[in-house]
């Protein structure tokens, strides 16, 4: 299943930011959403997640109160809406789709290409 995303780029400590990932209609309405990065030098982490029909979403400790995971049904696209933004969140930001899910990468089984992230003034 292909998902793609977009949106990434370079923003100042502080400011905002917004990626998205688009999926099929079918990924969309049946799995499970995730955000994963990965840092320089460092293994993926877990950012955010929504399980099938959106009701339960998750978000890693780090970005709490920062980051919010969303969708758009009849685009069948997944949002992070960035906030706060500080210079370790530079990464790139991976979406995934699975049936399991949650903080777990192993449940996911669909990733797509990435799109940088980069905090910097």
């Known amino acids: 299943e292909q998902l793609v995303e977009s949106g990434g780029g370079l923003v100042q400590p502080g400011g905002s930011l917004k990626v998205s990932c688009s999926a099929s209609s079918r990924t969309f309405n049946s799995y499970t959403m995730g955000w994963f990065r990965r840092a320089p030098g460092k293994e993926r982490e877990f950012v955010a997640s929504?399980?099938?029909?959106?009701?339960?979403?998750e978000y890693a400790d780090s970005v709490k109160g920062r980051f919010t995971i969303s969708k758009d049904i009849a685009k069948s696209t997944v949002y992070l809406e960035m906030t706060n933004l500080k210079p370790e969140d530079t990464a790139i930001y991976y979406c995934?789709?699975?049936?399991?899910?949650?903080?777990?990468?192993?449940?996911?089984?669909?990733w797509g290409q990435g799109t940088q992230v980069t905090v910097s003034s």
């Open positions: 995934a789709a699975g049936l399991g899910g949650g903080s777990n990468e192993n449940m996911y089984t669909d």
């Open positions: 929504f399980r099938w029909g959106g009701s339960t979403t």
